[in-house]
């Protein structure tokens, strides 16, 4: 017999199959009845999806929110060919698949409390897409909140954030098409499968998004549009931000399911008023009554955004670690680059800049107006975070 090629090898002993642990995810995902919170209950009882499917039927009774039912189902899953063929089936499409727990997995995903076990992705998802902010509003909007979703959506995709939004008419779709039309990186996060985008007429729009950026979803290739998932795909929309920004939405409005997420999240929650008397802005006027960070434009956005939890690469070669530096310019951000957390003497930064003394001395000061930088004692300067 012919030794397998490289390829073809098992695995080494106690090594992990990468397409067995996906086909478990998988199998878990695909049965009807267990969502996010139930497979979450379950992780948190048996500690693996291998030891789910191993589990016996009174084992399985004796999780909260577990019957018969889904016991049954558990149990006929075992023997499904389901995961096999929705795993071809995305590889023939040219979908990625994210499994909790993976490299590749959005690491913002990984703090929320209930995050999707399997991602689907049509695009790519980057590490720079961890600087992203989330764009929502009302379905119905008027002309001002389509004019001033596509105006933040492009001036902060060129400061170098990626927009998150859901594909819906109105207001979700003027933040993708303002990210787009500047040229950055926008996802649209599905409340179907890849196959049945919702609204169908936006078909081409989720297109444009997948080749500059990604189409996410948490459910199956060929899910249809059911109202109970619309709700629970806005978890993925706010945990994927900083922070969520609320254009335009009346007091009913579905994006403010989404703000309910950001706050449960700990993500920064931002309004854009509208008039007074509007009643489409009228859910706008109540969060921002109730803290919610008031929009004039941009700049209001990039500066209250906090620290991230880990320093991010950004597509201009250098690395951030608060928001608000995305508004610095070439100098700014070449100086800012020589400052670290650890205090580093004035007299190392002039030598390594490259500039004029007075030019770097200059940008130095700019950056401690702008609570980037401190001075200390002794000519040192470290960066704020």
Do not use: W
Not at 4 to 31: F, K, Q
Not at 157 to 169: F, H, N
């Amino acid at each position: 017999m012919d030794r397998p090629n490289s390829e073809e090898r098992e695995p080494a002993p106690g090594a992990t199959n990468p397409d067995a642990d996906l086909l478990a995810a998988l199998r878990l995902n695909l049965i009807d009845g267990i969502g996010p919170r139930t497979q979450q209950v379950l992780l948190e009882h048996f500690g693996t999806v291998e030891a789910i499917f191993a589990a016996e039927r009174e084992e399985l009774l004796a999780v909260d929110g577990i019957g018969p039912k889904l016991a049954a189902s558990l149990i006929a899953a075992k023997h499904s060919r389901g995961a096999e063929k929705e795993l071809a089936l995305c590889r023939e499409k040219g979908v990625t698949l994210y499994r909790r727990g993976t490299p590749e997995y959005p690491k913002s995903l990984e703090e929320i409390a209930d995050p999707p076990p399997v991602l689907y992705c049509q695009g790519a998802f980057r590490p720079q897409d961890q600087l992203a902010v989330a764009i929502v509003g009302s379905r119905r909007c008027t002309l001002y909140g389509r004019q001033v979703a596509e105006r933040l959506a492009g001036a902060l995709a060129r400061a170098g954030l990626t927009i998150v939004s859901g594909l819906a008419r109105g207001i979700d779709a003027a933040a993708h098409q303002g990210a787009l039309a500047a040229g950055g990186r926008t996802i649209a996060v599905l409340g179907t499968g890849l196959h049945e985008i919702y609204p169908p007429e936006h078909a081409e729009l989720a297109q444009e998004v997948a080749q500059n950026g990604a189409v996410l979803t948490e459910n199956r290739f060929h899910q249809p549009p059911l109202p109970g998932l619309f709700p629970q795909r806005n978890r993925i929309i706010s945990g994927l931000s900083l922070g969520v920004i609320v254009v335009e939405a009346n007091r009913n409005s579905g994006a403010l399911h989404t703000v309910r997420h950001a706050n449960e999240q700990g993500r920064d929650v931002f309004a854009v008023p509208g008039r007074i008397d509007s009643l489409a802005s009228a859910g706008c006027h109540d969060i921002i009554r109730d803290g919610a960070i008031l929009v004039r434009d941009p700049n209001d956005i990039l500066q209250a955004l906090g620290p991230l939890m880990a320093p991010v690469a950004t597509a201009i070669d250098t690395t951030i670690l608060t928001p608000r530096e995305l508004v610095l310019d070439d100098q700014e951000r070449r100086v800012l680059n020589l400052v670290t957390i650890d205090p580093v003497p004035v007299d190392e930064i002039l030598r390594k800049a490259d500039l004029d003394a007075s030019r770097v001395l200059s940008t130095l000061t700019v950056l401690e107006m702008r609570r980037l930088v401190k001075r200390l004692p002794g000519g040192q300067v470290c960066r704020i975070v």
